[in-house]
């Protein structure tokens, strides 16, 4: 019987959480997202309004990605009720698909409405967007895929913000996930956007020993949080 739902649930995955290519120009304030050609800090931070300042914080991961959706609730502003935006900024250090977004989905948090859109390195060689757009890195198994993130805050949120202050990671990982497997742990964060994000990031956050956290870890394959 498995078998036979299987297919469908699948045909149904694809159908409502379709990703196409980005076809039309994003705005950081009604779309969330803005496409970069360089990530020189003083080129971001002239796009941004008086007061705000990059954090020391620094993530790099190569050879693999973080492909299911999700929202960066480490430095959310719909969870820490910031004053200002906060924003993510990724640069990439390899070619080709780098990275799906849902614009204007930080207007929708914590659900989600719109349909994500795939941007390649063909558009921007960086994406600054909103910690509360929902995005996913592309499903990839390219050893040399490289990605950079940083974080940027407004001076007067920079308090709510310290755990994540003084963070210097150099993650990398072969992907082992199953490719169908990947794909479908996917499908299902695009749907249930709540789930991943205000339910189960918090145990994964932690980091401990617990049962609730080792099975988390083995359903997303990898670890991605920060320390």
Known sequence: MFWLAFPALAAMLYWSCREKPLRSILNLEKDGVLLLQNCRPEAVLALLPEGYEFLDYRYSITGCALSTFHRDVTSSPYVFK?????????CYGSKGKMLSVV?????????????????SSEQANAVLFHCDVLHAGVISRDLNRQAVQYKIAHRDDLALLGNLQG????????NSVPLVYEWLCRKLSLMFPFLINHVFTRYLQQQDDSWLNRLLLTLFGRSFYNR
Do not use: C, F, M
């Not at 910031?82 to 990724?90: A, D, G």
């Not at 614009?103 to 941007?119: D, E, F």
């Not at 963070?167 to 072969?174: F, L, R, T």
């Open 82 to 90: 910031s004053q200002q935006p906060i924003y993510t900024l990724i």
């Open 167 to 174: 963070i210097d990671v150099n993650k990398q990982e072969a």
């Open 103 to 119: 614009p204007g989905s930080h207007r929708q948090t914590p659900l989600v409405w719109n349909s994500a859109k795939i941007i």
